[in-house]
Nanobody, 121 residues
Framework: QVQLVESGGGLVQPGGSLRLSCAAS????????MDWYRQAPGKERELVAT???????DYADSVKGRFTISRDNAKNTVWLQMNSLKPEDTAVYYC???????????????WGQGTQVTVSS
């Protein structure tokens, strides 16, 4: 079994910053890409940022220049640094990891429990 534990969400004023973290633990042989998704009220879940095991990153257009995704492979941890936050960034943020539990096994997607980010004055 694999578990992803998120932290770092909260209430912040527009223009403020938050740093989300997500640590994977359990039966892990290797982890490929790690991602951050978010889901705002009344909207579908969307991909915010992704990072490969080699460190290549990609971002949604709405967060480019403001958010930074990073990871530590030795710690099985991914972070999302969020700067210049806007009210439209308000959502539940979920981390995702593509995990190979054992050698030769398929990669499977595991999700964190979600952490609330609220941007409001």
């Amino acid at each position: 079994q694999v578990q992803l534990v998120e932290s770092g969400g909260g209430l912040v004023q527009p223009g403020g910053s938050l740093r989300l973290s997500c640590a994977a633990s359990g039966s892990i042989f290797s982890i490929d890409a790690m991602d951050w998704y978010r889901q705002a009220p009344g909207k579908e879940r969307e991909l915010v940022a992704t990072i490969t095991s080699g460190g290549s990153t990609d971002y949604a257009d709405s967060v480019k220049g403001r958010f930074t995704i990073s990871r530590d492979n030795a710690k099985n941890t991914v972070w999302l640094q969020m700067n210049s936050l806007k009210p439209e960034d308000t959502a539940v943020y979920y981390c995702n990891a593509n995990v190979r539990r054992f050698k030769y096994w398929q990669y499977e997607r595991y999700w964190g429990q979600g952490t609330q980010v609220t941007v409001s004055s």
